[in-house]
């Protein structure tokens, strides 16, 4: 049996015999320094995507079955990961989101206290990632008012691990896991903007921040 855990468990078994770093891996396979040390500690993201996964495989001289997970396999025929353009989109197929309970630190595995089922044809109209990589977590702050309210549930993609633009991201801040409106102002500075007036902006470099996701879309709690 390969759980999640079980699989970064030998993912960083595999690189320390093989005399890399987790810094030297996340380069080789063209991801930001701390890609893998994040996936392997914290499980961000919650699976290597197909391609990250192949490079990772042959930089290490692995077979690609090392790292693939019983849930992921099973749901794949044995094989490969979900192709999206080969799905055969029905009613009564459905996927999965987590729901992550937000800890105020990284230092143990988030907790799984729900999840969404969504099916095939929804989803389309949520967003274009890969529903592997889409997790969700209760945004407990006001400070995004009135775009997400304080109790909401926010969708990210966790397979986002960089900057990608001007856009909401999940960020892990002085050891606190917020949801900011993330703009680079210069090469190594960062600007994490509410969109409650009440809060001011937050300038910071960029090694003070760690990108956990980009929010694409949220369940509002709002009073009727």
Known sequence: MADLITIRKKLEKY???????????????????????QYVKYGFP?????????????????????LIDDELRQSSN??????????AVHSTDFICIDI??????????????????INYKDFYGWCNS?????????????????????????????????????????IDYDGQIIIKRLQKTS?????????????QDIRCQTEEITILGKAINCLNTRPL
């Open 187 to 199: 090469g190594n500075t960062y600007l994490l903007k509410s969109e409650n007036p009440r809060y």
């Open 78 to 87: 044995e094989e490969k990961l979900l192709n999206l353009d080969d799905i």
């Open 46 to 66: 919650k699976r290597l995507n197909e391609i990250d996964r192949k490079k990772i495989c042959q930089l290490l001289q692995i077979e690609e079955k090392e």
């Open 130 to 170: 890969n529903p592997y990589n889409l997790k969700m977590i209760r945004n407990n702050s006001d400070s995004m008012e009135p775009i997400i309210n304080s109790g909401s549930l926010v969708l990210y993609d966790s397979s986002v691990l960089e900057y990608a633009g001007d856009g909401l991201y999940l």
């Open 100 to 117: 992550l309970e937000a800890h105020s630190n990284q230092t143990s595995e988030q907790r799984i206290i729900g999840r969404l089922a």
């Open 15 to 37: 690189i320390l015999s093989s005399g890399h770093t987790f810094r030297e891996v996340s380069l080789k396979i063209g991801r930001k320094d701390s890609y893998i040390q």
